[in-house]
C-alpha cells in the first residue's frame, strides 16, 4: 500500500469509513486534530509541523510534543510519583532503550499520558508487567 500523502489522504480516509471535516484558517501554521470514534469511545490526537517534520502536540487534551516515528509507547495513568521510574525499570530489565519521553496532564495528580520513543520492540512480557503498575490505566505500542 502506497503511504498516505495530501491527494490521497481524503479518499483513503472515505474507503475506511472515516469522515472528514476539514476547516481552513487564514493562519500561516499547519494544525490537525483528528477523532476517531469505535463503539462509542472516542479518541483525539493533535499535531502540526514544524520545520516540515510531524510533531504531535496533543492526546485526548493533554499537551505534549513529540515527534511520531518508530516505536511509541503509549500509557494513560495516574500522575502519581513512581509511575514514570517504574515504567524505566521495567523496560530496562528487557533491554528496550528509551530514546524520548513526554509527559502531559490537566492537573497535578490526576490523569496523564506519556508517550515514550524507543529503541527497540516491547517484549509481550514487558507489556503485562507495565500493565501492573499501580496507577497504570492503559498501555499502547504504536509502530510507525
Do not use: C, W
Amino acid at each position: 500500500m502506497a503511504g498516505v500523502n495530501l491527494v490521497n489522504a481524503e479518499i483513503l480516509a472515505k474507503n475506511r469509513g472515516i469522515e472528514v471535516i476539514e476547516t481552513k484558517t487564514s493562519e500561516k501554521d499547519t494544525y490537525i486534530k483528528v477523532i476517531a470514534e469505535r463503539n462509542g469511545k472516542k479518541f483525539s490526537i493533535a499535531g502540526t509541523v514544524v520545520n516540515d517534520k510531524p510533531v504531535i502536540t496533543e492526546i485526548e487534551g493533554y499537551k505534549i510534543n513529540i515527534i511520531p516515528e518508530g516505536i511509541l509507547a503509549i500509557t494513560k495513568h495516574i500522575d502519581r510519583p513512581g509511575v514514570v521510574g517504574k515504567v524505566g525499570l521495567i523496560l530496562g530489565e528487557y533491554g528496550v532503550n528509551i530514546a524520548s519521553m513526554q509527559v502531559g496532564r490537566k492537573e497535578p495528580g490526576g490523569e496523564a499520558v506519556m508517550v515514550l520513543s524507543l529503541d527497540q520492540p516491547i517484549p509481550e512480557e514487558a507489556i503485562k508487567k507495565l500493565k501492573e503498575i499501580p496507577n497504570i490505566k492503559d498501555i499502547a505500542v504504536v509502530k510507525l
